[in-house]
């Protein structure tokens, strides 16, 4: 995460498998603050997650879907960039009433388990 963290700051992308594993490690982080399946976050092509309590989605499209690139997400889940500016600017997706993850950031630094 740091790797990928050092080089957001320096304003380069990190290496792709430096930017997969920090979107993996985000999303697991997500995945415990959040348990559930109300909401699918993708972050294309390195993953994507059900979180949030509420009510399970099983076929079709899902009613509640957050999507956005690596960078952005990386950016968004250690508040470097704030939701509100990505979802205003495009880079962030977000459809459904459950979208909002704001409650469960920042996702880096781990909270110890509560």
């Known amino acids: 995460m740091e790797q990928a963290l050092d080089a957001l ?5 990190p290496e792709r498998p430096v930017l997969r594993d920090a979107v993996r490690a985000l999303l697991a982080e997500l995945s415990r603050r959040a348990p559930g399946r109300s909401v699918e976050v993708r972050i294309p092509p390195f993953g994507a997650i059900q979180c949030v309590p509420g009510p399970r989605h099983t076929r079709g499209t899902p009613p509640n879907v957050v999507e956005t690139d690596p960078v952005t997400w990386v950016l968004i889940a250690t508040e470097r960039v704030s939701w509100a500016n990505a979802l205003s600017d495009g ?5 459904g ?4 993850l704001t ?9 110890s388990a509560e």
């Open 91 to 95: 880079r962030l997706r977000a459809s």
């Open 97 to 100: 009433i459950r979208t909002d």
């Open 103 to 111: 409650e469960y950031l920042p996702l880096y630094p781990p909270r």
């Open 9 to 13: 700051d320096r304003g380069v992308e």
